[in-house]
């Protein structure tokens, strides 16, 4: 570990010139993304400054902008002191929001193997049941379409006053386009072909 008299927000995890920071569960808004920013910080002021930065999200299931913008002021400040950075044990959903903003080629991540220190345990991103149930889909899709279903039902009866052409085409036995003589001001028989 760091130096006792630097305690840690996080907990941290110090293997020759390598540091591992186990992140909580959420890292959001809230106290988490300062505090994880102030743990950096007590990394980066200790005696011998690591050439390896491991942050382990193995028991991290949610991570907001905040978390993300935290992650890129440690990506910077790692730059800047020339350390490796690596995001261990990543859940397939973070995996997934990196990958939409691109940060998959930003970051080395590591996604989860072999425990690196005996203390991290693996733990399953938990997800709503609900997402893998395919009876709720059917229903859905099945509300989906009644949604539809009346959505039609109610806008056809007001749109067709707005509408003389639907109007005529539905409810008249005539056709839409009437052939038909046209007459001039001066009563004279006009065709289509004449100009």
């Given at each position: 570990m760091l130096s006792q008299n630097k305690p840690t927000p996080y907990p941290v995890t110090l293997v020759d010139d390598t540091v591992m920071i186990h992140l909580s569960k959420r890292l959001t808004v809230a106290s988490e993304s300062a505090t994880l920013r102030e743990t950096f910080q007590l990394v980066l002021q200790n005696e011998s400054i690591p050439k390896k930065v491991i942050l382990d999200f193995s028991q991290t299931t949610f991570?907001?902008?905040?978390?993300?913008?935290?992650?890129?002021y440690i990506l910077r400040n790692v730059q800047i002191h020339h350390i490796e950075l690596i995001l261990w044990g990543i859940?397939?959903?973070?995996?997934?929001?990196?990958?939409?903003?691109?940060?998959?080629?930003?970051?080395?991540?590591?996604?989860?193997?072999?425990?690196l220190s005996p203390e991290i345990s693996h733990q399953t991103c938990k997800t709503h049941p609900s997402v893998r149930s395919r009876p709720k889909r059917i229903i859905d899709i099945v509300g989906a379409l009644v949604g539809l279903g009346i959505t039609a039902t109610l806008l056809l009866p007001i749109l067709l006053p707005f509408n003389s052409t639907i109007r005529v085409r539905?409810?008249?036995?005539?056709?839409?386009?009437?052939?038909?003589?046209?007459?001039?001001?001066?009563?004279?028989?006009?065709?289509?072909?004449?100009?």
């Open positions: 991570i907001d902008s905040s978390g993300i913008g935290v992650l890129m859940c397939s959903e973070i995996t997934e929001l990196f990958s939409l903003l691109d940060l998959d080629d930003v970051f080395t991540i590591e996604l989860r193997s072999e425990p539905i409810f008249s036995a005539n056709p839409l386009w009437v052939n038909g003589q046209t007459i001039s001001t001066l009563e004279v028989p006009f065709h289509g072909n004449q100009c």
